[in-house]
C-alpha cells in the first residue's frame, strides 16, 4: 500500500482541526512536547542490580533506574517469579501477587522469630493509640472476641463431650488472634 | 539508621535498616527532615496494592537535607533542603518529555502502567521511601526543588503530593467559571481539590464525605458545602435534586479504592480483594455528574480490573480525565500561591509524631481517630 493514501493537501480545510490549543487532553497528552516518538529519547545511565528485579513482560528493556528493596524470597518469591510471566493485563498476575503477598506476612513472622524476635503484634496494629483514643472500642473488640472464644471453647466442649474428640483442638481456636483491630 | 518496617496488612513498626547507598551517577541520599503518611498509604498498609512485600518502607511525602550525591548531579549540593515530588521520573523519556513526571518510563521495571514512586509497593518499582531517617533519591537533578528561605517546611512537605494532587484533580475537571464542582472524600487531596476548584472559578463547591470531623474541616477550610452520606438515603439522587436534576458539572473521585458506603463493593473490593479496591466513589461520581461533564480521578486504585458503571459514561457522554499528579510540573504555580496566601497547605496538618510512634500514627490515621486529618513525621527529631 502507498505510504499517504490521499494527497491531504489536496482537501479543502485540510489540518483546520489540528490547533493543539483545542487539544481536550491537553496537558495529558502535550503534543507539542512530544517530538520523539517511540523509545528515542538519550537514556540515563543504566542502574546495575546486586539483588533480583522481577521484570513486567510489556518492557522491552530495563528501566535505567530501579528500585532495590526487599528482593523476593521464599515460596512468595516464587510465586511473585511465577506472576511476573504474565502480563499487566492478565488478572491472574495480579492475583498471584495478592496471594504471595498474604503469604509473605506469615514468612515474615517465622523470619523475626528465627532472628529470635517475638513480634509484639498489637504494638505493631498501634493498639496504644486505640487505647488512648478509642477505649470503648477496644473494650467492645476485646469483649467481642472474649465472648466468640468463649462460645467456640463452649460449642468444642460440648461436641467432644459427645464425639469424644481429642483434647487440643479447642485451646488452638482460643490462642487464634484477632485479625485486626479496625 | 531507622526505618519504618512493614510486616503484613496493619502491622508496621520501626527497625534498625542499612543506611542506603548510592546506586546510579544521579542518585542523591537525603536525612529526612519531614515525612508524611498519605492516605494512599492506607491502601498499602490495608493490604490492597498487589506486591507490597514484608520488609518495605513506605513513605513517598518527604523533605530533607542532601547528604550526599552521585557524580551526576548538577543541581543540588550538600547542605540543600529539598522537598522531593513522590514521582521518580527521569526527565528525558518521552513521558516526562511531555511533562507527565506521573508516568516516567525510566523508573519502574514490575510495571509499564505507572512509573516509580517512593516506598509504594513493587508495583510502583520497589523503592524505599521516606518514612525513615535517610532515603535514596533517583534522578535527583529531576524531582526536587530546594526550598525557598520564605517557605514553612510544614508548607513544602505537603508539596510533595497532596497539594499537586487536589489541585491536578481539579485541573482535570476543566472547570469553568460558575460550574457546580462535587469533591468525593474530605481527605487532605479531596480538600486541596475543592479549594482549588475556587482558583479555577468554580461557582459552588460540594464535599461528601461520611466522618463529621473532616466535614466540620471541608466547610471552612475549603470552604465548601458538605454532606455525609451516611445521613443521605441516595447521594446520587440527593445531588441531582441539588442540580436541578442536571447533575454536577464537575465530579471529582478523591477516594479511590478504600471507599465506604456499599457493601457489595465492600465485600468483592476491600474484603475479598477481588477487584481493584471497593469503586463506590466512582460510581456515584460517575452517576452524579451532569451529561457531557468530566468526571476526574485522582483516587488510587490497584491495578486490575474494577465494577465501574461504564455503559453511563458512554450513554451521558462524560469525559474521564485521571492521573497521578505530576508533582514536578505543578510546583511553580503552587509555590506561586503559596506565596500569594491562597492556599494554606499546612493548616491540614493535625498531628506531628516521632517516627518511633509509627504503628500507633497509622492505626490513628487508618481508623479515623482523634480528628485526624494529615499526620506528619518527624524522623530526625523536631
Ligand atoms: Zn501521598
Ligand atoms: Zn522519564
Known amino acids: 500500500m502507498s505510504e499517504n493514501l490521499v494527497d491531504t493537501s489536496t482537501i479543502r480545510g485540510w489540518g483546520a482541526d489540528a490547533n493543539s490549543d483545542n487539544d481536550p487532553t491537553f496537558p495529558i497528552r502535550h503534543r507539542e512536547a512530544q517530538e520523539t516518538r517511540g523509545l528515542t529519547w538519550t537514556r540515563p545511565t543504566q542502574q546495575d542490580a546486586d539483588v533480583e528485579i522481577l521484570q513486567s513482560v510489556e518492557h522491552n528493556r530495563r528501566p535505567a533506574v530501579i528500585g532495590t528493596s526487599t528482593p523476593p524470597s521464599g515460596i512468595s518469591g516464587m510465586i ?96 487464634s488472634p484477632p485479625e485486626t483491630f479496625s | 539508621m531507622l526505618a519504618m518496617n512493614y510486616r503484613g496488612p496493619y502491622r508496621v513498626r520501626v527497625d534498625e535498616k542499612p543506611m542506603p547507598a548510592i546506586l546510579h551517577p544521579e542518585d542523591a541520599i537525603v536525612r529526612v527532615t519531614r515525612s508524611c503518611i498519605c492516605g494512599s498509604d492506607l491502601h498499602l498498609y490495608h493490604g490492597m496494592v498487589p506486591d507490597t512485600r514484608v520488609g518495605t518502607t513506605f513513605g513517598h511525602e518527604f523533605c530533607g537535607v542532601v547528604e550526599q550525591v552521585g557524580p551526576e548531579v548538577r543541581n543540588l549540593k550538600p547542605g540543600d533542603h529539598v522537598l522531593v515530588p513522590f514521582n521518580i521520573a527521569c526527565g528525558k523519556c518521552e513521558f516526562c518529555q511531555q511533562g507527565l513526571f506521573g508516568n516516567c518510563h525510566e523508573s519502574n521495571a514490575q510495571a509499564t502502567a505507572v512509573g516509580g514512586i517512593f516506598g509504594y509497593s513493587h508495583t510502583a518499582g520497589g523503592y524505599d521511601g521516606g518514612q525513615a531517617q535517610y532515603v535514596r533519591v533517583p534522578y535527583a537533578d529531576v524531582g526536587p526543588m530546594v526550598i525557598p528561605d520564605w517557605m514553612d517546611p510544614d508548607d513544602a512537605v505537603l508539596l510533595t503530593d497532596v497539594v499537586p494532587t487536589g489541585y491536578q484533580a481539579a485541573e482535570m475537571g476543566g472547570i469553568r467559571p460558575g460550574d457546580t464542582v462535587v469533591v468525593f472524600g474530605a481527605g487532605p487531596v479531596g480538600l486541596m481539590a475543592a479549594r482549588s476548584a475556587w482558583l479555577f472559578g468554580a461557582g459552588r463547591v460540594i464535599v461528601i464525605d461520611h466522618i463529621e470531623y473532616r466535614l466540620d474541616f471541608a466547610r471552612t477550610y475549603c470552604p465548601a458545602e458538605v454532606y455525609n452520606f451516611r445521613e443521605i438515603d441516595d447521594i446520587v439522587v440527593f445531588l441531582k ?59 488510587v486504585y490497584g491495578p486490575t480490573g474494577n465494577i465501574v458503571p461504564i455503559g453511563n459514561v458512554v450513554n451521558k457522554g462524560i469525559t474521564l480525565r485521571a492521573n497521578q499528579a505530576s508533582v514536578k510540573r505543578l510546583l511553580p504555580r503552587l509555590v506561586e500561591h503559596i506565596r500569594e496566601g491562597r492556599i494554606d497547605p499546612k493548616a491540614m496538618i493535625t498531628h506531628r509524631v516521632p517516627l518511633a510512634d509509627i504503628a500507633d500514627a497509622y492505626h490513628l490515621f487508618s481508623a479515623k481517630l482523634d480528628g485526624c486529618i494529615k499526620p506528619v513525621l518527624l524522623p530526625n527529631g523536631a
Request: aromatic share 4%.
Open chain 2, 241 to 299: 435534586k441539588q442540580t436541578d436534576s442536571l447533575g454536577a458539572d464537575v465530579c471529582i473521585d478523591a477516594v479511590g479504592g478504600d471507599a465506604a458506603g456499599n457493601a457489595l463493593q465492600t465485600l468483592i473490593g476491600t474484603k475479598l480483594k477481588l477487584e481493584a479496591g471497593n469503586a463506590i466513589a466512582l460510581h456515584w461520581a460517575i452517576n452524579s455528574v451532569k451529561k457531557g461533564g468530566v468526571v476526574s480521578i485522582v483516587g
Open chain 1, 80 to 175: 511473585r517469579r511465577y506472576a511476573f510471566r504474565r502480563s499487566e493485563s492478565d488478572w491472574l498476575h495480579w492475583l498471584l501477587l495478592m496471594g504471595a503477598d498474604r503469604l509473605n506476612v506469615v514468612e515474615g513472622v517465622i523470619d523475626d522469630l528465627g532472628k529470635g524476635h517475638v513480634p509484639n503484634i498489637p504494638a505493631e496494629m498501634g493498639a496504644r493509640a486505640e487505647w488512648k483514643h478509642n477505649k470503648k472500642g477496644l473494650v467492645t473488640k476485646a469483649a467481642v472476641l472474649a465472648g466468640l472464644t468463649t462460645a467456640t471453647i463452649l460449642v468444642f466442649r460440648a461436641r467432644r463431650s459427645k464425639d469424644e474428640a481429642k483434647p487440643g483442638d479447642a485451646d488452638m481456636l482460643a490462642l
